[in-house]
């Protein structure tokens, strides 16, 4: 197990190197000079070339980029072009609530997704496999964003039940929790169609396998044949699959921030882009990329906590 | 009588129809004995099986005759009472043992789960130490450590001697052994072999042993049936059925093995295979691949006679 975790690592660590590569990349080829920004508007051009020379500016770019790595590692991204607020500060605002966000479309819509695809796997050919599997193909062409406005018109303007701008403090006290319940609902609800496919899919597979077959023999209940034996096998075709969507998540995260207002990375992304905040803008990708791969790696390692076969090799 | 088939018959329903792998097969077996069923593969020994289990997967379905476990009808047994009965009273293994443990769960686990499925009243230490105890009995070296071993780090054979101290944990008068050792090489497969008729003769249970192999059967059992399309075409004890085979399908699979007594002209092997349910002719379903066979054969399916006392052959022409 810890070779593989390192194994995992260690493959992590050349696609985050690139990542920053390419972040840094994105700042040469734009048309803004740090220097300047970081000068301020009144700056004179002393100044100016004074700060290009602290920051290494006239450097050949090979030592440029390790400047840029040694800056990062102290956690300088340079300022933010419209309000000079350093990136790295915005960042750090905004990492909170975008797991937040996550976290509370994850923690119901994976589970949920789980639950029916089990049973219309169980039940397969029925009539509630016959629905689910409508639905949930029909919530695969759902944009995140008509879900949202959607919800917003309905649930939050016409009938007032629920806040859908901003976030209302953290999860635990209740204006967090009622200002998440609907961009939760949002990103979280076109996840529950493709979960409940994939679970099916997986888990008609295991209900075949000899070893379910095994079970039986044994004379257990059905309930602990199907949760123990075929969901449980299940599961690593669907830890894989709902890792794929990965980036179907980062991307959902950033449209359901933007039109709730969510102060998250997604949104600030967004702003500093729309605005030409171009190392704000370098900031928020290198996050995301960031999350990404950790999520990548976690999927990784949950693979080899559920299948010994891996764990033990 | 330990368990007697009477009638079973068990079909497919397929898209071109409704076929029936297992069309009226009558079988005893004796507390304490091992009934053999041997016949090629494809003639329904796995489906006969899995029906008395109740196990069978859609789309198939027992669709006549009855199950008797002592004196007690299996088909009428609702789920729940079927259940209870699975892992207790009587208990299968497979044919494949890499394949019929889960890769995911511990031996350990695994056997634990079938002791603690009918019994809700021990300790978990104490079902543990039955497990471990069941893995001594099949003779798995070191078994407190093997208990927390996965499938995948034991051998083929250890991993079919889990699966049979996971069968026996709970007692069974009754095991069903399918092709157990198919997939073993020769010297593992005759250490299963001598494991299960020790096991026997230290539980008294009844063993039906399913394989293709007639040298299996002449070391293991006391009684056989012959099976051929989902029917059984001779039975006889083990002892006559070698002696004075009366079916020429009995035979010809006599003939695959090498014997220096046998007078009669050696049919060193059947030519063709089984046929498929929806392909069985309306006579005699051997008829087709038989050397003996003439014009009567393919009016009906012959029925079992006798021939001897417990000595029957379904065929026309016996005594060959
Ligand atoms: N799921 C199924 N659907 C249709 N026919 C089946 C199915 N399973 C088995 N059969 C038929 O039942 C017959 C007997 O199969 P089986 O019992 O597995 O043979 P054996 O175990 O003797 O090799 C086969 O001819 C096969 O065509
Ligand atoms: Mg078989």
């Known amino acids: 197990m810890r070779r593989y975790a390192l194994q995992r690592l260690a493959l992590a660590a050349p696609v985050l190197l690139g990542v920053l590569l390419i972040g840094f990349l994105l700042m040469q080829v734009v048309p803004t000079d740090p220097a300047t920004v970081r000068a301020g508007p009144q700056a004179t051009a002393e100044v100016v070339a004074a700060i290009r020379t602290e920051l290494g500016l006239d450097e050949p770019i090979w030592t440029q980029f390790f400047l840029y790595l040694s800056r990062l590692a102290q956690g300088d991204l340079g300022v933010s072009i419209i309000n000079s607020v350093p990136v790295t500060q915005e960042l750090g605002a905004t990492i909170g609530p975008t797991l937040e966000l996550m976290f509370a479309a994850l923690i119901w819509s994976i589970p949920l997704g789980i639950l029916l695809g089990t049973l219309a796997a169980y039940w397969r050919g029925s009539w509630f496999d016959r629905i689910t599997m409508a639905v949930s193909v029909a919530g695969v062409s759902l944009p995140v964003f008509f879900l949202g406005l959607v919800l917003i018109w309905i649930v939050g303007f016409q009938y007032q039940l629920l806040p859908f701008t901003g976030r209302g403090g953290p999860l635990w006290t209740m204006d967090g929790f009622l200002a998440v319940i609907l961009p939760a609902v949002t990103l979280g609800g076109v996840f529950v169609g493709p979960v409940a496919r994939m679970t099916r899919t997986a888990v008609v597979d295991s209900l075949t396998a000899d070893h379910v077959r095994t079970a039986r023999a044994k004379g257990l209940s059905e309930f602990r044949v199907v949760l123990r034996h075929a969901l449980r096998n299940a599961l690593i075709p669907v830890v894989t699959l709902i890792g794929l969507q990965i980036g179907f998540l980062l991307g959902g995260a950033v449209v359901t921030e933007t039109i709730f207002s969510w102060p998250g990375v997604g949104r600030l992304a967004v702003g500093a882009i729309l605005s030409a905040d171009f190392p704000m803008a370098q900031g928020t990708i290198i996050v995301l990329s960031a999350g990404f791969i950790v999520i990548n790696l976690t999927v990784d390692l949950l693979y080899a906590v559920l299948d010994p076969r891996v764990r033990l090799s | ?320």
Not at chain 2, 1 to 18: D, H, I, K, V
Not at chain 2, 148 to 166: E, N, T, Y
Not at chain 2, 191 to 208: F, K, N, P, S, Y
Not at chain 2, 252 to 280: K, N, Q, Y
């Open chain 2, 1 to 320: 009588m330990l368990l007697e088939l009477e009638n079973l018959a068990t079909s497919f329903r397929t898209s071109s129809g409704e076929v029936r792998a297992v069309d009226g097969v009558s079988l005893t077996v004796q507390p304490g004995r091992t009934l053999g069923i041997v016949g090629e593969s494809g003639c329904g020994k796995s489906v006969l099986s899995l029906s008395v289990m109740r196990l069978l997967a859609h789309p198939g379905r027992v669709v006549g005759g009855r199950v008797m476990l002592e004196g007690r009808d299996l088909l009428g047994l609702s789920g729940r009472e079927m259940r209870a009965l699975r892992g207790r009273d009587i208990a299968m293994i497979f044919q494949e043992p890499m394949t019929s443990l889960n890769p995911v769960h511990s031996v350990g686990f695994q056997i634990t789960e079938a002791l603690r499925a009918h019994d809700t009243t021990s300790s978990d230490s104490s079902l543990k130490r039955d497990a471990i105890a069941a893995l001594e009995r099949v003779r798995i070296p070191d078994p407190s450590k093997s208990f927390d071993k996965f499938p995948h780090q034991l051998s083929g054979g250890m991993r079919q001697r889990v699966m049979i101290a996971m069968a026996l944990a709970g007692r069974p008068k009754l095991l069903i052994a399918d092709e157990p050792t198919t997939a073993l090489d020769v010297t593992v497969q005759a250490q299963i072999l001598d494991l299960l008729r020790d096991l026997q003769a230290e539980t008294g249970m009844g063993i039906i042993l399913i394989t293709h192999d007639l040298g299996v059967i002449a070391e293991m059992a006391d009684d056989v049936a012959v099976m051929y399309a989902g029917r059984v075409v001779e039975r006889a004890s083990a002892r006559e059925l070698f002696e004075d085979p009366q079916h020429p399908y009995t035979l010809g699979l006599l003939g695959s093995i090498p014997r220096l007594d046998l007078d009669r002209e050696r049919l060193t092997a059947i030519e063709g295979s089984v046929p498929p349910p929806f392909a069985w002719p309306p006579g005699c379903r051997f008829a087709p691949r038989c050397p003996f066979a003439e014009a009567a054969c393919d009016a009906a399916p012959p029925p079992l006679r006798d021939l001897a006392p417990g000595h029957q052959a379904a065929c026309l022409r016996a005594p060959l």
